[in-house]
């Protein structure tokens, strides 16, 4: 059974950090191009970050560059997410997802990857 579970979110002050962890099970997804979303009360779920199957590339919501850091650890079957400099409106479930397909470089659009964790719930206080 294939598994993302993310991990690390919680209650941070504005200004403050947090580092979300993907971790994959099942199957390896070190040829997957994957992504970070997220999904705020009462909007539409919206990219954040994705990164190439390799990590040559990556790439960013206009909302999160310059703050946001995206990284993956294939040995680990691990992506992960540093987000810096947070404000309250990051607040949001955060969630991880694969592509199904091997070698690809990712994707802004959520119909692109077939694998979604749960999510992991990132509060920003002001």
């Known amino acids: 059974q294939v598994q993302l579970v993310e991990s690390g979110g919680g209650l941070v002050q504005a200004g403050g950090s947090l580092r979300l962890s993907c971790a994959a099970s099942g199957r390896t997804f070190s040829t997957n191009a994957m992504g970070w979303f997220r999904q705020a009360p009462g909007k539409e779920r919206e990219f954040v970050a994705g990164?190439?199957?390799?990590?040559?590339?990556?790439y960013y919501a206009d909302s999160v560059k310059g703050r946001f850091t995206i990284s993956r650890d294939n040995a680990k079957n691990t992506v992960y997410l540093q987000m810096n400099s947070l404000k309250p409106e990051d607040t949001a479930v955060y969630y991880c997802?694969?592509?199904?397909?091997?070698?690809?470089?990712?994707?802004?659009?959520?119909?692109?990857?077939?694998?979604w964790g749960q999510g992991t719930q990132v509060t920003v206080s002001s």
């Open positions: 990164i190439s199957w390799s990590g040559g590339s990556t």
């Open positions: 997802a694969a592509e199904g397909s091997t070698g690809g470089w990712g994707c802004r659009i959520s119909d692109c990857y077939d694998y």
